[in-house]
């Protein structure tokens, strides 16, 4: 496609319930991240994936979040039993060498 | 360890005004270096970047940014603002030769007074 595509835009979801958040990348790009961004803050790392190798998941902050990504394209990301400290935007960029692309991210709301 | 620093959490300028956005990195090699914008609600758009060469680089909306080996600084500058430039901003590193990882700074929030 022709930018980074995430859905959905906006997730209200109770507390307790499992969430996945779906980014699809620019075409060809190999490099893929998450990032979560809470109110006011800036990034944090939650993972990243470049081609085939194994992803970097140092930034995946409990047991309860994990990513996947399928056929070297698509991403989601899957939080289990949700928090209310889940509730941030959760941010995908990709790229192809060194410059990141992003998309709109999704707004997750833990009630 | 590498890190990104953006020290002002706020800034406010009138419009027409200069503007001058600080970061400042910790980092053992040559960096790779990000000037990154989030308008309200928005991802993150990137304004402009410095990989090598000429160390003063010029980016979209009007915005430049200067590379400062010796003082580790990759400032933002733009040299009249716009009610439209208000919008937080991103100064980020990209670490090591095969890792695209960037390193973010926490950010700058710009308000701009009529």
């Known amino acids: 496609g022709a930018g980074v595509s995430q859905s959905p835009s906006n997730k209200v979801t109770e507390k307790g319930k499992d969430v996945e958040l779906r980014c699809d990348p620019i075409?060809?790009?190999?490099?893929l991240y998450w990032y979560r961004q809470s109110l006011g803050q800036g990034l944090e790392f939650l993972i990243y994936?470049?081609?085939?190798?194994?992803?970097?998941k140092s930034g995946l902050p409990s047991d309860r979040f994990s990513a996947e990504r399928t056929g070297g394209s698509v991403s989601t990301l899957t939080i289990q039993r949700t928090q209310q400290e889940d509730s941030a935007v959760y941010l995908c960029?990709?790229?192809?060498?060194?410059?990141?692309?992003f998309g709109q991210g999704t707004r997750l709301t833990v009630v | 360890a590498q890190s990104v620093t953006q020290p002002d959490i706020h800034i406010t300028v009138s419009e027409g005004a200069s503007l001058e956005l600080r970061c400042n990195y910790s980092?053992?090699?040559?960096?790779?270096l990000f000037w990154y914008v989030q308008s309200p609600g928005q991802g993150l758009q990137l304004l402009l970047k410095?990989?090598?060469?000429d160390t003063l680089v010029q980016g979209i909306k009007g915005f430049e940014a200067e590379f400062k080996r010796s003082q580790s600084s990759f400032n933002l500058r733009k040299p009249s603002v716009h009610w439209s430039d208000a919008a937080e901003y991103f100064c980020?590193?990209?670490?090591?030769?095969?890792?695209?990882?960037?390193?973010w700074g926490a950010g700058t929030k710009l308000i701009i007074k009529p």
């Open positions: 980020a590193v990209g670490a090591g030769e095969s890792n695209y990882q960037l390193i």
């Open positions: 980092y053992g090699a040559t960096p790779y």
């Open positions: 410095y990989f090598s060469g």
């Open positions: 075409s060809g790009h190999t490099a």
């Open positions: 994936f470049q081609g085939n190798s194994a992803p970097d």
């Open positions: 960029a990709s790229s192809s060498g060194r410059v990141a692309f």
